[in-house]
């Protein structure tokens, strides 16, 4: 087992549970920079969950520490996060979030035999190429994300033009090229096809190529707020053409980018878990303390259930009696039912369309 010490430098790594704790666990995800609001979401699933878990005797009779890793959504920064980790010999970490975060990390996760559950990470590839049977996730994949997104596209708006952007992230590209080619399976020819870079305020070149072409809905491959600004400047060119994109619009932070702006934002994303009876002890214990249970909040906290309860069944945090269990068994979670197939995906409902409205999102039947 190769364990990779590395400098602190560039790795926020924090323990956030308190005394007489016997199990060191991970939560790990973009705590700053400007994806920092899934962190936020991460990091209050995570201590919940830690929280309710040791309040019910914690995982074996021991009780749970959690250290909270921040990757910044970056690839070098995930894989110190994740060696840091392993350093301080973490059973379990619950993430990353960004895809190409994950994917890095996953690597070093099964040299070290640390279990890894993904609430977020979507690319197909993190469990298709996964380099360990100990890599599994609790979201959904892009593959199936693409083929709703695309099939709503073909049957709400037939004779749009349809442009697909991305921002060359593994997320971003992989969920817009997933949804492109699935709506050109279909016999359809997207109008334009471009890629942006994240993390610019400028793209009033690419709306204005958009805009020339006619472009009558605009599906970005990418996160909330690049997507939030992109729409901001749309509509500032009197460019009112509808706005699709995926699960990483599920941020209040995209509202407060777009104000009535984003009106009529069109995403996909797993059932609402907040609309859950299982979740309700949850959401209400979260509304209460003021926390919010948006996006992936809930799916770190199934995670980390997952995980528990594997640990309980197997009677040990023993990497390889751990992933036994999560391979056999059938979990009740805050999310639903769930179990784990042979790649380490989750059984569970697929995607749904959602909108923007009022300043929050709900599904689409819902929010019409």
């Not at 709506?183 to 204005?208: C, F, H, N």
């Not at 209460?288 to 009677?315: C, F, P, R, S």
Request: hydrophobic fraction near 40%.
């Amino acid at each position: 087992m190769k364990n990779l010490l590395l400098t602190t430098t560039a790795v926020g790594l924090m323990a956030v549970t308190a005394a007489q704790a016997d199990i060191d666990i991970g939560v790990a995800g973009p705590m700053t920079g400007q994806y920092a609001s899934f962190g936020e979401q991460f990091r209050i699933g995570a201590e919940q969950a830690v929280a309710d878990i040791n309040a019910a005797g914690g995982v074996n009779g021991e009780m749970l520490k959690l250290s909270v890793g921040d990757d910044a959504c970056d690839p070098k920064q995930a894989v110190a996060v994740a060696n840091q980790f392993a350093a301080q010999g973490v059973s379990f970490v619950a993430g990353h979030f960004c895809s190409g975060s994950s994917i890095p990390a996953s690597q070093v996760y099964a040299d070290e035999l640390i279990v890894q559950i993904s609430p977020g990470s979507t690319n197909p590839d993190f469990t298709d190429k996964r380099p360990g049977d100990g890599v599994f996730r609790v979201c959904g994949r892009d593959d199936q994300q693409g083929e709703v997104a695309s099939q709503y596209i073909i049957e709400n708006f037939p004779d749009a033009k349809v442009a697909f952007i991305n921002d060359k992230t593994a997320y971003g590209k992989g969920l817009a090229d997933q949804t492109q080619a699935n709506y050109e399976a279909a016999g359809k020819s997207p109008a334009i096809v471009e890629a942006y870079s994240a993390g610019e305020k400028d793209y009033t070149a690419l709306v204005t190529k958009m805009k020339e072409a006619g472009v009558d809905l605009v599906y970005v491959g990418g996160y909330h707020t690049e997507a939030g600004l992109i729409l901001r400047q749309m509509r500032s060119q009197g460019m009112e053409a509808v706005l699709m994109s995926g699960d990483a619009l599920v941020a209040q932070e995209y509202w407060a980018i777009t104000g009535d702006a984003g009106a009529g934002t069109l995403m996909t994303f797993s059932p609402d878990p907040r609309k859950s009876e299982a979740a309700s002890s949850v959401v209400d214990t979260l509304s209460a303390a003021g926390k919010t249970a948006e996006g992936y909040v809930l799916y770190t906290y199934a995670a980390i259930q997952a995980w528990a309860d594997a640990a309980n069944a197997a009677g040990s945090t023993d990497y390889d009696a751990v992933v036994g269990a999560l391979n056999e068994n059938t979990f009740q979670t805050v999310i639903g039912e769930l179990n784990f197939d042979d790649k380490g995906d989750v059984t569970l409902p697929g995607y749904v369309v959602y909108e923007w409205k009022d300043g929050d999102y709900d599904y689409v039947d819902a929010a019409n």
